[in-house]
């Protein structure tokens, strides 16, 4: 649920199908470097299978990136995948907030994403309040309150935006201001 800083999740972006039925995803952003917040330069493609809510699965060519200064290689992820998950974004967002009606996972799939988010929560949690204090320059006053809480009422995209403060570097993480922005 956590993964360390090896990719980078972008928001913008087009969704190309080709003749082998693969969708690609064509960046609108420019991202940095998780790790050192340097120019990224693109290495190769790699394919994502991912399991739709329909149950469907569907073949996503990502690309990824190469730091053209610390050389570490990063997964250019669109936000409809989750790091490490083989299920769209979507379908493990409702899962875990609740608000999920059908799910094409079997229950000891979704067993485990829940004991990883619960394991998680915490740091998740101290992680978004960093990222407040940063924002606005003061300690944060919800001490008996759970930032993560708030953020997982904020409704679909949550996930995303949760994992995007954990995973990209500084300049990225507008949307995540934005939500702040929204809960002051
Ligand atoms: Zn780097």
């Not at 087009?14 to 082998?20: G, L």
């Not at 469907?56 to 409809?80: A, F, M, Q």
């Not at 740091?123 to 993560?148: F, G, M, N, P, V």
Request: net charge positive.
């Amino acid at each position: 649920m956590v993964p360390p800083k090896t990719m980078v999740i972008i928001s913008l972006y087009e969704k190309i199908c080709n003749p082998k039925s693969n969708i690609i995803i064509v960046s609108k952003e420019t991202s940095l470097c998780p790790c050192c917040n340097q120019r990224l330069s693109v290495y190769d493609k790699r394919n994502r299978k991912i399991i739709e809510s329909d149950g469907t699965t569907v073949i996503y060519v990502i690309r990824r990136l190469k730091c053209t200064s610390c050389g570490k290689l990063h997964n250019e992820l669109p936000d409809l995948i989750q790091p490490y998950k083989h299920y769209a974004c979507e379908i493990v967002e409702s899962e875990l907030d609740g608000t999920g009606t059908s799910c094409p996972a079997d229950d000891s799939t979704i067993r485990i994403w829940n004991k990883q988010f619960s394991a998680n929560r915490q740091r998740l949690d101290s992680i978004l309040k960093a990222e407040w204090i940063k924002c606005y320059k003061k300690q944060i006053s919800l001490t008996l309150d759970s930032l993560l809480n708030r953020f997982m009422t904020h409704g679909t995209g949550w996930l995303t935006n949760v994992t995007q403060t954990n995973t990209t570097s500084e300049s990225n993480r507008c949307r995540v201001h934005s939500i702040l922005n929204q809960r002051s």
